[in-house]
């Protein structure tokens, strides 16, 4: 089976605090995502990367950046937490463009 | 650019009816996927069903299936014999085939997801 894990699953952070989640994943998989899930809004796409040191932009980037330095991992980082960024984040992982794998999630608490 | 819309925020049905989720999309896109993901209670996304806009045929697992409808964009999913661990948010989604050989991943499009409860 797929597994798809996450640092934490729960996080609590301070405004203006540096923080990185973590996602890793132990299929060889090409590509990683890592969305936020808000009520009433659905999933929606931060980053991707489709290898490891190549990035693209989703739907909503601003606040966040992303790492890839090895083919398993892929981390996201938000610079300076701040309030707006409470939510839960999930990240995912796929071998080609079909079916994405998920994680447990990480819900973050920005104070 | 693609946008999915779940029209029902909550459904509620007793165990061992039959429910069906609706989904509908928007795309000037001839080649695509479409999707159903579950998340239960535990957060742990699964997938549920997937359909190629290039197959006629409803794609069915189990007591899952799918009514797509390319002409109408529309991508129901229907759950027979509910059972309780069937409680969860459903998502739709929809992702673009690329074509040709071109680097990279596609996105998915999620819905705003359906919050289904079947009771005892």
Not at chain 1, 24 to 43: A, I, K, S, T
Not at chain 1, 65 to 74: G, I, L, P, W, Y
Not at chain 2, 49 to 69: D, G, H, L, M, P
Request: glycine fraction near 6%.
């Amino acid at each position: 089976d797929v597994k798809v894990t996450q640092s934490s699953r729960y996080l609590v952070k301070r405004t203006g605090e540096k923080v990185f989640l973590e996602c890793v994943q132990d299929m060889d998989h090409e590509n990683m995502f890592w969305y936020r899930q808000d009520p009433g809004l659905g999933l929606r796409l931060i980053y991707f990367s489709y290898d490891v040191k190549m990035k693209e932009k989703g739907d909503i980037p601003e606040g966040y950046s992303v790492s890839r330095e090895k083919k398993e991992r892929f981390s996201l980082i938000l610079e300076s937490a701040s309030t707006n960024q409470t939510s839960m984040y999930l990240c995912a992982s796929s071998p080609g463009y079909h079916t994405q794998y998920f994680g447990p999630g990480t819900r973050l608490t920005v104070l | 650019a693609q946008t999915v819309t779940q029209s029902q925020p909550e459904m509620s049905v007793q165990e061992a009816e039959t429910v069906t989720l609706s989904c509908t999309y928007d795309t000037s896109e001839n080649n695509y996927y479409l999707f159903w993901y579950k998340q239960p209670p535990s957060r742990q996304m699964i997938l549920v069903i997937r359909q190629e806009a290039y197959k006629q045929q409803n794609a069915t697992e189990n007591r899952f299936s799918v009514n797509f409808q390319k002409a109408a964009k529309s991508f129901s999913l229907k759950i027979s014999d509910s059972q309780l661990g069937d409680t969860a948010m459903y998502f739709c989604a929809f992702m673009k085939q690329r074509s040709g050989i071109i680097q990279g991943a596609q996105k998915l499009v999620f819905g705003q997801g359906t919050r289904l409860t079947i009771n005892p």
